[in-house]
T-cell receptor
């Protein structure tokens, strides 16, 4: 079955430190991949997406993600975290070509210490 | 411009009651999605509309759940005979065309449903 896995439930980093959030997918073919951020009381906001081409994708708020086919991964990175980045982060995937419904991982909660 | 809006933001009901949750998509968006997010989980797909028709309802958990989009804009998710297990945040999203390779799903803030 198609699935998205986020191995880390909770991550804590210091402000200014680098960040990497892990995401692995299980699909028959390479899916379209997304990272969303959810802040308390806010809707899910798209950070970035990968469809094809360059495997390093740049997004909003200084985030980037790298697609690695050999590892079935799409990890999210940020070189220097700000306190405002504290939120829940979701990786998602879809196969496209029809419903385009998103399958989400269980999320990673990011806590940032000053 | 205005984003996706959902009403009510919170709904508390008793077991066995009927509830309706409303979604106002971004104007002009033909694709509309409903997801359900339980505590500590990622959103799970429920149903997808393209225009007025439900193109994919494979995520609806049972026949107590039903959704409509009669004029191709506003959608209502209807839950009959609510159960405590229905308690969750119900999210609505819309996109311009529904094509993932060229489009983006924009999410509303959700409706938190609590069934006592």
């Amino acid at each position: 079955a198609q699935s998205v896995t986020q191995p880390d439930i909770h991550i804590t980093v210091s402000e200014g430190a680098s960040l990497e959030l892990r995401c692995n997918y299980s699909y028959g073919a390479t899916p379209y991949l997304f990272w969303y951020v959810q802040s308390p009381g806010q809707g899910l906001q798209l950070l970035l997406k990968y469809f094809s081409g360059d495997t390093l994708v740049q997004g909003i708020k200084g985030f980037e993600a790298e697609f690695k086919r050999s590892q079935s991964s799409f990890n999210l990175r940020k070189p220097s975290v700000h306190w405002s980045d504290a939120a829940e982060y979701f990786c998602a995937a879809t196969t496209g070509g029809g419903t385009d419904k998103l399958i989400f991982g269980t999320g990673t909660r990011l806590q940032v210490f000053p | 411009g205005a984003g996706v809006s959902q009403t009510p933001s919170n709904k508390v009901t008793e077991k066995g009651k009927y509830v309706e949750l409303r979604c106002d998509p971004i104007s002009g968006h033909t694709a509309l999605y409903w997801y359900r997010q339980s505590l500590g989980q990622g959103p799970e797909f429920l149903i997808y509309f393209q225009g007025t028709g439900a193109a994919d309802d494979s995520g609806l958990p049972n026949d107590r759940f039903f959704a409509v989009r009669p004029e191709g804009s506003v959608s209502t998710l209807k839950i009959q005979r609510t159960e405590r297990g229905d308690s969750a945040v119900y999210l609505c999203a819309s996109s311009l065309t529904g094509l993932a390779d060229t489009d983006t799903q924009y999410f509303g803030p959700g409706t938190r449903l609590t069934v006592l």
